[in-house]
Nanobody, 121 residues
Framework: QVQLVESGGGLVQAGGSLRLSCAASGSLFRIDAMGWYRQAPGKQRELVAAITSGGSTNYADSVKGRFTISRDNAKNTVYLQMNSLKPEDTAVYYC???????????????WGQGTQVTVSS
């Protein structure tokens, strides 16, 4: 069993900053990519940013230059630093991780429970 626990969401004014954290725990033989998705009301879930175990990153065009994803492999934690927030960033943000739970296990995607980010204008 693997658990992903997110923290750091909240209410912020436009132009402000928030930092999301997501800690993985449980059967963690290896964690490959980790990332953040978001889902706004009435919209599909979309990728915000992802990071490989080696540190390569990928961002949605809408957040490039404003958001930064990072990870601490020793702590099994991924972060999302969000700066210059806009009202259109309002969404539930979900953490995801690709985990191998044991030496002979297959790669499995796990998701956190989500954390609300609300940006007021």
């Amino acid at each position: 069993q693997v658990q992903l626990v997110e923290s750091g969401g909240g209410l912020v004014q436009a132009g402000g900053s928030l930092r999301l954290s997501c800690a993985a725990s449980g059967s963690l033989f290896r964690i490959d990519a980790m990332g953040w998705y978001r889902q706004a009301p009435g919209k599909q879930r979309e990728l915000v940013a992802a990071i490989t175990s080696g540190g390569s990153t990928n961002y949605a065009d809408s957040v490039k230059g404003r958001f930064t994803i990072s990870r601490d492999n020793a702590k099994n934690t991924v972060y999302l630093q969000m700066n210059s927030l806009k009202p259109e960033d309002t969404a539930v943000y979900y953490c995801t991780a690709q985990v191998i739970e044991s030496k002979w296990a297959v790669l499995t995607d796990y998701w956190g429970q989500g954390t609300q980010v609300t940006v007021s204008s």
